[in-house]
């Protein structure tokens, strides 16, 4: 790959608790090329949120970066003044979030907002052209009637309407890259694929890159180029999209989509993941994932080492010891209780 | 045949919402004429999205909120307005929520307690039994909610929905806020007390690929009116109905990779305050014709126990769902349809 747009490299992130800093995001890399979406899958509390946080300067009182490097377009940011951020922010990185209603201000209008974000980056633009372009991106993202729909407040809008308004106006400064935090979470099945229709449209013709984080991985399968499997604080597995469906290298990524149950197969019985996610204040030594882990039953290397990314295939990698054996056929794993 | 565990018939809900001007009130179909009937030992999975009148069918049956018309049988019994204790015990609820439905300042062992003390039922082995037989120890009946997990939240949820051995639970959305690898383990759970007591469940959810996993027989909700019932292999593995269809087309897989073969409907649900006249899915529907605006389909059999209410129902297996889609659908991702309007 050449240069990537953006590059992240071991990625610590700790947050202030009552017993000395957590390390909330833990030694985590990735990098997303010119016109690529990559998904980030993980369960809560994985750290997928917090480290695109950390990428775009918003990480909340009490957290700071301690590590790491963060790289857009070749020019570090993870300690880049302040304003350099704001001028990235909503320019040529945006976010979108999961909840368009807590996200737009309930007594502005829609156009309003919208504009805003144009004038933020460029702030001699004249009324009637901020006017026009807004309608502009409100069409483009498939809002019908944009020049009255712009007229109206947040909650005059449907729940696809509002994460549709939330597109827009990430894309109003043709943004190089679009980090998409659980966009359609809140959303039905049938808005949903209307949303992801729209998400990926805005790409294509933008020539953007977008970072897609999720925990439904039938949502990741479908749009995503490359995934990231994470798991406490780090990446347990990472891949081109086809490869890692195909021969999932980590035990944590063969459980997750063991236990989805399909429409296509009929279960006895789900084959869950025993126990929980550890407390990020008090991970298991060695491989955070070893007490829940079907491989990793009694092998001493499991609670001793911390395993790294290694590469399994083409772009693909695990951090497993046994990362072979994970591809290949699982052992039957005792049924969780 | 034993009776049903639960039946409810013709089952409708008004909610009287105030008019924007202030002046007046008008009235919203939440529910419409809803009937099903769940054998004991079985599952009904509902369907639907959010909206639809799914939760406030749910809320119906277990008593919370009073039906405007219609019937709710528990064991071939009517169940009065005014329910009695016992028809108040058989019929209990988990909500979607395990953050926000147990009380933070109780103890464990103190919130499945507490039905067995309002009833005069309680005594603590009781409740250690419970804990055990939803795959808690006894012990953590000491420790507040706050100490647990979501997945065991659930449990204890759960675990209090059975204190008062019921025969029907009515699961709204259950495991719909856990993790899949904890969902999985609910999901088991709930399988495995159904065979060892026998519970129907009502299970309200808009996840299809854990609904079809749970349930015998699936009902499909839209606008307040179930628009397809029957077996799940018929419902979910050739639906009839043109929003099954769609539905089940737009569901992310992990195993089926290939967007093209998706329905996309137009447009977002209707305000329920003005449902459409005739058939309510008229105005997102692929199929629509004149005859949709003016004769309500009713839910008529397609095959046995397989029910849809569409005048051009067709049940059509669900790999083959692509090829119902309008023609003039775009094939390619990037030129989505909003570029020509």
Redesign the interface.
Known sequence: MSEALLSVRDLVVEFDGPRGPVRVVDGVSFDVGAGEVLGIVG??GSGKSVSLLAVMGLLPAGARIAGGEIRFDGQRIDNAPEATLRALRGGAVSMIFQDPMTSLNPVLRIGTQIGEAIRLHAPRTPKPEVRERVEALL????V?DPASRARQFPHEF????RQRAMIAMAIANGPRLLIADEPTTAL???????VM??L??VC??NHASMILVT?????V??TADRIAVMYSGRVAETGP?DAL?ARPSHPYTR???D??????AD?D??????G??PDMAARPPGCAFHPRCALGQGRPACSRERPDLRTVGTGHAAACHYAEEAAGDAPPRE??? | MRAPALEVAGLSKEFHVRKPSGWGRRALRAVDDVSFAIPPGRTLGLVG??GCGKSTLGRMIVGLIPPTGGKIRLGGETVRANRSAAERRGIQMVFQDPYASLDPRMTIHDVVAEPLRINGLYSAGKVDRLLTQV?LSPEAGQRRPAQF????RQRVAIARALALDPQVLILDEAVSAL???????I??LL?RLQRDLGLSYLFIS?D???V??ISHEVAVMYLGRIVESGPREAV?GAPGHPYTQ???S????????D?SR?I??EG??PNPLDRPSACVFRGRCFKAAPRCANETPALAALDGHHRAACHFAEPTP?ERLATLAPADRPQE???????H?
């Open positions: 369960e809560s069409a483009s993202v498939g019908p449907s729940g696809g309407m039905d099945v049938t808005i949903q694929a209307q229709d729209v990926e449209g294509a013709r925990h439904d991985l039938g949502l399968a479908e999209t469906f459980g997750l989509l236990s989805l149950p399909t429409l296509d279960h019985e789900l084959r869950s993941i025993p929980q996610p049924a969780a209780q | 999205e959010s795959g997990s979501g997945g065991q993790d899949v690898s904890i969902q999985a383990q999901v088991n399988r808009h299809l690929s854990v079809r996993h979910l769609a539905l089940l737009a569901v992310p897989s992990v195993h089926r990779r967007r998706r996309v409907l977002d649900l669900r991702k990037t030129a989505s349809k909003e570029d309007t």
